[in-house]
């Protein structure tokens, strides 16, 4: 099985395959740990799961390597403001990200790399550069890449900075920038008063933001690996610059394929703080909002559309895995009449195959979604008139579960996350942010499932007995922990608020 994955370097879809034909060795640019992730930098993480999973679920072995920049001038800057360590003040934002990532279900990558802790061969990978002629070193003690020496740049992002490279002048010494700028970049900077800086093979001083996915990347995939995803907004200067180094030094491809996921608009307009529509996954979290309601809007727009991020949005994906938890709920516990009725294996075995071909077609999730929501509307009519057999559950429940392979929407794990959440609001002084919502959502997590089908035995125990009294206050008591209990003809189910 190959994958036809949009190539940003090429313009053109693409049948992207490992190149050992068993491991896909891929690089993800992470955060940059100086604040909390925002739900555009989430957008991202959750794309490039989907894509994970999506290869996991194909028979691929793999290698994802993500980074981690716990260092860079925002990250200076802030620090130095508080007074604290740079180490001090990246673990915390360090730690809040990989909380959201799996409060958001995004799988960890097989390796994490910290800037940091790669000091050394970076200021080598420079050294390499500059015995090589791409690399120079000014008055400052500063190093940068002397890109009128690279003829390629700009291949990536398709900008043409031919009449500015022919006399390409000045150097360009931040992290960031947003211009169509062909100055030299920083790969080395010089030590300042009171900044971190290190000693090294190039001098004292840190390395600039460019170079440390470079160094890393080549580090565990090699001087060529399969694929290279981030954010579009890291197209350039980052990644164009990216691709400048490395094959400066080594005359190979660095990255085979290039995958870039747009961020998103908040109510039709760009996330800024200014316009107060900058929302980490934390603000939503607190405001009443399920992480799994979350991840299935995040997940619905193909990576490459611009997604509306909407509080309406937000309220039809909480519906929507609603639904699939329900109906999940009524294959598992409902009574069914024995046989088997071949039309419901054909459906299920239809939904998978949709499922996949959609996302084998540059990860199309919105019309995967939709092969199985049809599942979902066509197995519940059946249902409704009587033709779905107990020997037609476990095909449907295969298909559900190999939807969730993917997708991460179904285990009911949104109150743990949440009490987490509420418990951080806590210890930061935030707990006017909690909203009622949320405190209900968190109070679920206090009970377990097996907890919770104790009482639940008790409640049905005590109704058949007549017991009303009883029942009703385990009714009450499970309420109050945000269990809602359902009589139907088939016994009593429970789902979480």
Same mark, same amino acid.
């Given at each position: 099985?190959?994958?036809?994955?949009?190539?940003t370097?090429?313009?053109?879809?693409?049948?992207?395959?490992?190149?050992?034909?068993?491991?896909?060795?891929?690089?993800?640019?992470?955060?940059?740990?100086?604040?909390?992730?925002?739900?555009?930098?989430?957008?991202?993480?959750?794309a490039?799961d989907?894509?994970?999973?999506?290869?996991?679920?194909?028979?691929?072995?793999?290698?994802?390597?993500?980074?981690?920049?716990?260092v860079?001038?925002?990250?200076?800057?802030?620090?130095?403001?508080?007074?604290?360590?740079?180490?001090?003040?990246?673990?915390?934002?360090?730690?809040?990200?990989?909380?959201?990532?799996?409060?958001?279900?995004?799988?960890?990558?097989?390796?994490?790399?910290?800037?940091?802790?790669h000091?050394?061969?970076m200021?080598?990978?420079?050294?390499?550069?500059?015995?090589?002629?791409?690399?120079?070193?000014?008055?400052?003690? @500063?190093?940068?890449?002397?890109?009128?020496?690279?003829?390629?740049?700009?291949?990536?992002?398709?900008?043409?900075?031919?009449?500015?490279?022919?006399?390409?002048?000045?150097?360009?010494?931040?992290?960031?920038?947003?211009?169509?700028?062909?100055?030299?970049?920083?790969?080395?900077?010089?030590?300042?008063e009171?900044?971190?800086?290190? =000693?090294?093979?190039?001098?004292?001083?840190?390395?600039?933001?460019h170079?440390?996915?470079?160094?890393?990347?080549?580090?565990?995939?090699?001087?060529?690996?399969?694929?290279?995803?981030?954010? !579009?907004?890291? &197209?350039?200067?980052?990644?164009?610059?990216?691709?400048?180094?490395?094959?400066?030094?080594?005359?190979?491809?660095?990255?085979?394929?290039?995958?870039?996921?747009?961020?998103?608009?908040?109510?039709?307009?760009?996330?800024?703080k @200014?316009?107060?529509?900058?929302?980490?996954?934390?603000?939503?979290?607190? &405001?009443?909002?399920?992480p799994?309601?979350?991840?299935?809007?995040?997940?619905?727009?193909?990576?490459?559309? =611009?997604?509306?991020f909407?509080?309406?949005?937000?309220?039809?994906?909480?519906?929507?895995?609603?639904?699939?938890?329900?109906?999940?709920?009524?294959?598992?516990?409902?009574?069914?009449?024995?046989?088997?009725?071949?039309?419901?294996?054909?459906?299920?075995?239809k939904?998978?195959?949709?499922?996949?071909?959609?996302?084998?077609?540059?990860?199309?999730?919105? =019309?995967?979604?939709?092969?199985?929501?049809?599942?979902?509307?066509?197995?519940?009519?059946?249902?409704?008139?009587?033709?779905?057999?107990?020997?037609?559950?476990?095909?449907?429940?295969?298909?559900?579960?190999?939807?969730?392979?993917?997708?991460?929407?179904?285990?009911?794990?949104?109150?743990?996350?949440?009490?987490?959440?509420?418990?951080?609001?806590?210890?930061?002084?935030?707990? !006017?942010?909690?909203?009622?919502?949320?405190?209900e959502?968190?109070?679920?997590?206090?009970?377990?499932?097996?907890?919770?089908?104790?009482?639940?035995?008790?409640?049905?125990?005590?109704?058949?007995?007549?017991?009303?009294?009883?029942?009703?206050?385990?009714?009450?008591?499970?309420?109050?922990?945000?269990?809602?209990?359902?009589?139907?003809?088939?016994?009593?189910?429970?789902?979480?608020?």
């Open positions: 099985m190959a994958l036809n994955l949009y190539n370097l090429s313009g053109r879809i693409e049948e992207l395959s490992p190149a050992d034909g068993k491991t896909f060795r891929f690089y993800a640019c992470g955060p940059t740990v100086y604040d909390y992730g925002h739900i555009g930098n989430f957008r991202t993480f959750i490039v989907v894509l994970r999973r999506f290869l996991h679920q194909s028979g691929f072995q793999l290698l994802h390597v993500m980074n981690i920049t716990d860079d001038d925002k990250i200076i800057r802030n620090a130095n403001q508080r007074g604290v360590p740079i180490g001090e003040y990246t673990k915390k934002f360090e730690t809040a990200f990989l909380e959201d990532l799996a409060t958001l279900a995004v799988e960890p990558p097989e390796k994490i790399a910290r800037a940091t802790e000091i050394p061969e200021a080598d990978f420079i050294r390499k550069l500059a015995d090589k002629g791409f690399a120079y070193q000014g008055e400052d003690g @500063s190093w940068y890449f002397h890109i009128a020496k690279f003829p390629e740049y700009g291949k990536l992002s398709k900008k043409d900075f031919s009449d500015l490279l022919a006399d390409a002048g000045g150097r360009m010494d931040a992290d960031e920038y947003e211009k169509d700028d062909a100055r030299d970049f920083a790969l080395w900077k010089a030590p300042k009171g900044e971190a800086s290190w =000693q090294t093979v190039i001098g004292p001083g840190r390395p600039g933001w170079i440390e996915c470079s160094t890393m990347s080549m580090e565990f995939l090699g001087e060529t690996f399969d694929l290279h995803a981030g954010g !579009e907004d890291l &197209m350039f200067p980052h990644h164009e610059n990216e691709i400048a180094q490395s094959e400066a030094l080594t005359g190979k491809t660095f990255a085979r394929h290039w995958m870039h996921v747009r961020f998103l608009l908040v109510e039709g307009q760009k996330m800024s @200014s316009l107060g529509n900058f929302y980490t996954l934390r603000d939503l979290v607190l &405001m009443g909002h399920k799994s309601s979350i991840r299935l809007l995040l997940i619905s727009v193909p990576y490459r559309k =611009q997604l509306n909407t509080f309406d949005g937000l309220t039809q994906a909480a519906n929507s895995v609603e639904r699939l938890r329900n109906f999940k709920l009524r294959l598992e516990t409902s009574h069914w009449d024995e046989g088997t009725n071949p039309e419901i294996a054909t459906l299920a075995a939904a998978i195959a949709d499922m996949r071909a959609s996302l084998d077609d540059d990860l199309n999730t919105a =019309q995967a979604l939709a092969a199985v929501f049809d599942l979902v509307r066509d197995v519940n009519a059946a249902a409704d008139h009587g033709k779905v057999k107990h020997g037609d559950i476990a095909a449907v429940l295969d298909a559900l579960a190999r939807f969730d392979e993917i997708f991460a929407v179904l285990h009911d794990e949104d109150s743990a996350h949440v009490k987490a959440i509420v418990e951080w609001a806590r210890r930061e002084g935030l707990e !006017e942010k909690i909203s009622p919502a949320t405190l959502i968190a109070k679920s997590a206090a009970l377990s499932d097996l907890q919770v089908e104790a009482l639940v035995l008790k409640h049905s125990e005590a109704r058949k007995a007549k017991d009303f009294k009883t029942s009703d206050a385990l009714r009450d008591e499970l309420l109050a922990q945000g269990i809602v209990l359902e009589n139907t003809k088939d016994g009593v189910r429970w789902k979480r608020k």
